[in-house]
Nanobody, 124 residues
Framework: QVQLEESGGGSVQAGGSLRLACQASGHPSISYCFGWFRQAPGQEREWVAIINRSARETRYADGVKPRFTISRDDSMSAVYLQMDSLQPEDTALYYC?????????????????WGQGTQVTVSS
């Protein structure tokens, strides 16, 4: 199975940008759809963005469109989340996750493999 490790989190002021990275190992990344999820204190984890295997299709949660962009580079076994115009409500622990299903790629409940998360804090 694939192992995932996130990086790139940090503290920024409102309006700033961050780029999160997710490094996959243990299995070819091309075998998976990838998603970014986040969990704020006291709230349930929510999906943020998903990218399919070919990278031809992406989907975003309403609250992050068009500020966030998900991408992947399978030559590097990496997935990225570019976050622009960050707002305090984006503060959360951000997780990378992988889903081996093609037909259920865009079903957030089918993400089986998870990283440990990277913290993003946005101050006003």
């Amino acid at each position: 199975q694939v192992q995932l490790e996130e990086s790139g989190g940090g503290s920024v002021q409102a309006g700033g940008s961050l780029r999160l990275a997710c490094q996959a190992s243990g299995h070819p990344s091309i075998s998976y759809c990838f998603g970014w999820f986040r969990q704020a204190p006291g709230q349930e984890r929510e999906w943020v963005a998903i990218i399919n295997r070919s990278a031809r299709e992406t989907r975003y949660a309403d609250g992050v469109k068009p500020r966030f962009t998900i991408s992947r580079d399978d030559s590097m076994s990496a997935v990225y989340l570019q976050m622009d115009s960050l707002q305090p409500e984006d503060t959360a622990l951000y997780y990378c996750a992988a889903n081996p299903s093609v037909s259920l790629c865009f079903d957030p409940s089918n993400y089986k493999y998870w990283g440990q998360g990277t913290q993003v804090t946005v101050s006003s």
